[in-house]
């Protein structure tokens, strides 16, 4: 026994590298020949041969696991946040193998879909356990992170050119990487009906993509990698912090953690409201339509734009449905806003409560922290409902005796208002077709479109807050003032440039975009065309009907675009423009003549 104990210290304290290496390895296989199973063989004989395979490598991973865990527990005589982490994983594979030779009340987990989730949890940790050693190497984060998105982008289309992805006509190389672009870069143009020609497997493809894509990669890959391996190094704070934008080193594994629990958390709720605003009717069972239900709350929450409702939300079988259009307005909408402000709402919601229970509860004094709503966060707050208001208000009035005349009630109006104009904004749904409103509302669209939402957020376009301080730059012009002030705060001159810069290549992108498109597709009509390059960049996903027909030249433009748009043409000049050194004197200073 001791001798045993004695082996077993010695692997996990001195070879505990070879047995993650092994385990990843392993796991890798398993989840190629998993991905090979579900997506690409058709023949029953060898997909039998497969599935045979893939459950003995999840028995496997299962048993190498728990051994893996509790042997670490053993040795180290304590368990720690990696203990926590194997514990769970072991208990849902334990979960999945009692289910499926139990039955009773557990059936429901014996579906192979279970199965596959469990090896593909495996993987995901050790891959991002593997993800945590960038820093062994010289790597610049913004490049980095725009890396990670083109690596996601290939493993999507790789993975939506499977056969079994759809099930009428398979996509082509072109369609393939152009659905995962926009997935990817949560933008929602598509060049096939993902509803009628994808499968289960190619929609939760297309929904992975849309909520790792809405995040980053790298921040589920930190998130996974810190959970399962126990921490960060100093480096990894480093590098997390600069990819997250947290200036406070201490504070990047919180802000990292909050920006998923918020996202998981308002997505659950999401699909809660979702799923009861729908028509039972409607579903063939209870897991379609939860299944339904998740897609939609991750799609809006992550502003995509994607739909798996056959002709799409404005179909007869939703176009009506307002409870079902408020529930997906409230997950973009609250998308819109960004992780930081939401997380700084929650903190001072949470900040009046604890006050109120201090003073009639408890009869103390409470002790109020300074600043807990930030200037940042009233400032996109401000922003936000003044682009809300007026833009609600100004679809309805436009469309008022054109659209909405199909609304047969002002609650129904309104809805649609609501959901149109904050939609345009980012997030791509319509349950109203865009190619019957009219030129001014049309023109409206393209505005918020290119205005987009909040740093911070999922969504696309300059950002509300660009646009807000560009505007209040004219206005400090005008007053002859030489700075601008809101709050009680000036706002720093680095700010108002960055604001300027980010709206003239904007311009430039979308311009160049639609002359390349021109020249590409002369045949198309230049208002559609113009409506696609702006919805592309600013990875809003709404359109007027012909991406699908545009020829594979197009479709490669508007790829580029898309990434662009979601990664944005400044973090790509920072990225790969090399830093001048500072210069130690100062040139004299002149006034340029306007």
């Known amino acids: 026994m001791d001798s045993i104990f004695s082996f077993l210290k010695y692997l996990f304290r001195y070879k505990k590298g070879i047995v993650d290496q092994v385990v990843f390895y392993a796991s890798l296989l398993s989840t190629i020949v998993m991905v090979l199973h579900v997506g690409y063989i058709t023949n029953p004989e060898i997909a039998d041969i497969t599935q045979r395979i893939v459950v003995a490598s999840y028995y496997g991973l299962f048993l190498f696991e728990i051994f893996r865990t509790v042997s670490s527990i053993l040795v180290a005589r304590r368990i720690t946040m ?11 594979f334990l979960l999945i193998f009692l289910s499926r030779h139990s039955g009773g009340l557990l059936s429901s987990f014996a579906k192979d879909e279970w199965l596959y989730l469990g090896i593909a949890i495996i993987f995901i940790s050790e891959l991002s356990k593997s993800s945590l050693f ?3 190497f010289y790597f610049n984060p913004t490049i980095l992170f725009v890396v990670s998105f083109l690596g996601l982008i290939v493993l999507g289309a790789f993975l939506l050119m499977l056969p079994r992805t759809t099930l009428e006509a398979p996509l082509s190389f072109v369609d393939a990487f152009f659905m995962a672009t926009s997935a990817v870069c949560i933008t929602g143009l598509s060049v096939t009906d993902i509803s009628t020609n994808f499968s289960v497997f190619g929609q939760s493809v297309i929904m992975a993509l849309i909520q790792v894509g809405g995040l980053g990669i790298m921040t589920f890959t930190g998130f996974f990698g810190y959970f399962f391996s126990g921490g960060f190094s100093f480096k990894n704070q480093l590098m997390f912090g600069e990819i997250l934008g947290e200036n406070k080193l201490n504070s990047v594994i919180s802000t990292l953690l909050t920006i998923i629990f ?3 958390l308002f997505e659950f709720i999401g699909a809660i409201l979702i799923f009861f605003s729908l028509e039972a009717k409607h579903f063939d069972s209870i897991g379609e339509r939860i299944f339904f239900a998740a897609f939609h709350a991750i799609s809006g929450f992550c502003n995509s734009g994607f739909t798996i409702v056959k002709d799409g939300i404005n179909s007869d079988t939703y176009r009506f449905n307002y409870n079902f259009q408020l529930a997906v307005a409230a997950m973009f909408i609250l998308g819109s806003f960004g992780f930081g402000t939401i997380f700084n709402l929650y ?4 900040e009046r409560i604890n006050a109120l229970i201090c003073k009639f509860i408890k009869k103390q004094n409470y002790r109020h922290k300074p600043q807990v709503f ?7 707050v401000l922003c936000n409902v003044i682009v809300i208001i007026l833009a609600t208000v100004s679809y309805y009035f436009l469309e008022k005796d054109h659209s909405l005349m199909a609304d047969k009630s002002a609650y129904g109006d309104w809805v649609t208002s609501i959901f149109m104009a904050n939609s345009a904004r980012s997030a791509g749904f319509n349950s109203v077709d865009i190619n019957f409103v009219n030129i001014p509302t049309l023109i409206m669209i393209v505005t918020l479109m290119w205005i987009g939402v909040s740093p911070g957020s999922t969504g696309g376009g300059v950002k509300v807050t660009t646009i807000a301080i560009a505007l209040m730059n004219i206005v400090a012009l005008a007053r002859g003032k030489e700075s601008i002030e809101i709050f009680k705060r000036k706002i720093a001159s680095e700010s108002v440039n960055k604001a300027f810069a980010i709206i003239l290549l904007s311009v430039l992108t979308i311009t160049l975009s639609f002359i390349l498109l021109n020249f590409a597709d002369p045949e198309q009509q230049m208002i559609p065309l113009l409506f696609e390059t702006v919805s592309a960049y600013t990875t809003c996903g709404l359109s007027l009907g012909i991406t699908a027909s545009l020829s594979a030249t197009s479709k490669i433009i508007l790829m580029f675009t898309m990434f662009v748009g979601r990664v944005g043409m400044l973090t790509l000049l920072v990225a790969f423009i090399k830093n001048t050194k500072n210069k130690s004197y100062i040139y004299p200073t002149e006034k340029i003549l306007f």
Do not use: E, Q
């Open 82 to 92: 990696a203990h926590y982490s194997g514990v769970l994983v072991s208990a849902y």
């Open 134 to 136: 960038f820093d062994n």
């Open 262 to 264: 918020i996202t998981l």
């Open 347 to 350: 903190t001072l919601v949470k």
């Open 374 to 380: 930030t200037f940042n966060s009233r400032f996109v």
